[in-house]
T-cell receptor
Framework: SQQGEEDPQALSIQEGENATMNCSYK?????LQWYRQNSGRGLVHLIL?????REKHSGRLRVTLDTSKKSSSLLITASRAADTASYFC??????????FGEGTQLTVNP | GAVVSQHPSRVICKSGTSVKIECRSL??????MFWYRQFPKKSLMLMAT?????????EQGVEKDKFLINHASLTLSTLTVTSAHPEDSSFYIC?????????????FGPGTRLTVL
C-alpha cells in the first residue's frame, strides 16, 4: 500500500488539552498537507508544509516535518469540543496527486 | 472562492442501475479533478484522475468500465457507477487543484453518499 500511517488511530482528550497526531509516509514528497473531516462531510484543508520546511504554525495548529524519518506531526493546542473530527495527513507527489494516511479520530470532551 | 460542489449529496439505488455523480468547480477552472472513495471510518483512496478533454487515468485496481469518468468542460467532471452493486456503496469525494496564496491546494467537494440496495 502506498498509504502512510497515522497514529494514534483514535484520541480522546478533555477540552483545553493539546492533541498530537503523527503521520509517517513512504515516498519522497513535494509537500505534506493536513486535512480535517467532520463525520460524513468533505475535507477541509488545514495546513501545508513544504518538503524544505521543518515547522509551520497556523493559529492553534503546529505542524512539523522530518523528511529524514519521513514523518510529520500535527499539534492542536488548547483543544475545543468543536475540534472533534477525523484528521488526515496527505502527501503530495507528482501531478498534484494526494496519498492519504489512515487518519486519526479525535474526540474532544467538553 | 475556490468552491467545489457535488451532486447529488445522497443517492439510494437498486442493484444493477447506474448512478451519475457530478463534481463542479464553481468559481475556478479545473483541467484536472480527482475522484476518491471512502469506506466508513477509513481513509480516502484515490480512484482516478479526471482530465479535461482526454481520458481519465485510473489507479491500479480500479475498474475503468465500472467507474466511467467524463471531464467534458473546465468546470465539470462526472463519475458514473455502472451496474451498481451493494459493494459499490461508499462515500465518493471529488477534488480539484487550485491556487491559494502561493501554493497549490486541493479543494474538496462535500461528497456523495451512495447506497446500493
Amino acid at each position: 500500500s502506498q498509504q502512510g500511517e497515522e497514529d494514534p488511530q483514535a484520541l480522546s482528550i478533555q477540552e483545553g488539552e493539546n492533541a498530537t497526531m503523527n503521520c509517517s509516509y513512504k515516498t519522497s514528497i513535494n509537500n505534506l498537507q493536513w486535512y480535517r473531516q467532520n463525520s460524513g462531510r468533505g475535507l477541509v484543508h488545514l495546513i501545508l508544509i513544504r518538503s524544505n520546511e521543518r515547522e509551520k504554525h497556523s493559529g492553534r495548529l503546529r505542524v512539523t516535518l522530518d523528511t529524514s524519518k519521513k514523518s510529520s506531526s500535527l499539534l492542536i493546542t488548547a483543544s475545543r469540543a468543536a475540534d472533534t473530527a477525523s484528521y488526515f495527513c496527505a502527501q503530495e507527489t507528482s501531478g498534484s496527486r494526494l496519498t492519504f494516511g489512515e487518519g486519526t479520530q479525535l474526540t474532544v470532551n467538553p | 472562492g475556490a468552491v467545489v460542489s457535488q451532486h447529488p449529496s445522497r443517492v439510494i439505488c437498486k442493484s444493477g442501475t447506474s448512478v451519475k455523480i457530478e463534481c463542479r468547480s464553481l468559481d475556478f477552472q479545473a483541467t484536472t479533478m480527482f475522484w476518491y472513495r471512502q469506506f466508513p471510518k477509513k481513509s480516502l483512496m484515490l480512484m482516478a484522475t479526471s482530465n479535461e478533454g482526454s481520458k481519465a487515468t485510473y489507479e491500479q485496481g480500479v475498474e475503468k468500465d465500472k467507474f466511467l469518468i467524463n471531464h467534458a468542460s473546465l468546470t465539470l467532471s462526472t463519475l458514473t457507477v455502472t451496474s451498481a452493486h451493494p459493494e459499490d456503496s461508499s462515500f465518493y469525494i471529488c477534488s480539484a487543484p487550485g491556487v491559494r496564496e502561493n501554493y497549490n491546494e486541493q479543494f474538496f467537494g462535500p461528497g456523495t453518499r451512495l447506497t446500493v440496495l
